[in-house]
Nanobody, 126 residues
Framework: QVQLVESGGGLVQAGDSLRLSCTAS????????MGWFRQAPGKEREFVAV????????DYADSVKGRFTISRDDTKTTIFLQMNSLKVEDTAIYYC???????????????????WGQGTQVTVSS
């Protein structure tokens, strides 16, 4: 099993920045692909960003391209989501997710991710 713990959420104003972190533990050897999803009230969970921690390839949802950046630390056990120029519509619970070990393609569908964190709330006020 892989455990994921997110941190860094909070209440900010539109235009502000926020950085989320997600640390993986447990059977993380060979986990290659991790990502961020979000879910706003009354809406389905949606893809935000994904990274292959071994080659640093990334992909983003169109709604966050140019504003959000996904990255990882040197240990490859923590990923980050730097969120700039935040908008009210970015308000959601943000979830960290990981694919099964050795699954290295940059999947963007939630059903391709097996392990999930508990989520961290991001609220952007106008």
């Amino acid at each position: 099993q892989v455990q994921l713990v997110e941190s860094g959420g909070g209440l900010v104003q539109a235009g502000d920045s926020l950085r989320l972190s997600c640390t993986a533990s447990g059977r993380i050897l060979f986990v290659a692909t991790m990502g961020w999803f979000r879910q706003a009230p009354g809406k389905e969970r949606e893809f935000v960003a994904v990274i292959n921690v071994n080659v640093d390839s990334t992909d983003y949802a169109d709604s966050v391209k140019g504003r959000f950046t996904i990255s990882r630390d040197d240990t490859k056990t923590t990923i980050f989501l730097q969120m700039n120029s935040l908008k009210v519509e970015d308000t959601a619970i943000y979830y960290c997710a990981a694919r099964l070990p050795l699954r290295s393609d940059l999947a963007t569908s939630a059903r391709n991710f097996t392990f999930w964190g508990q989520g961290t709330q991001v609220t952007v006020s106008s």
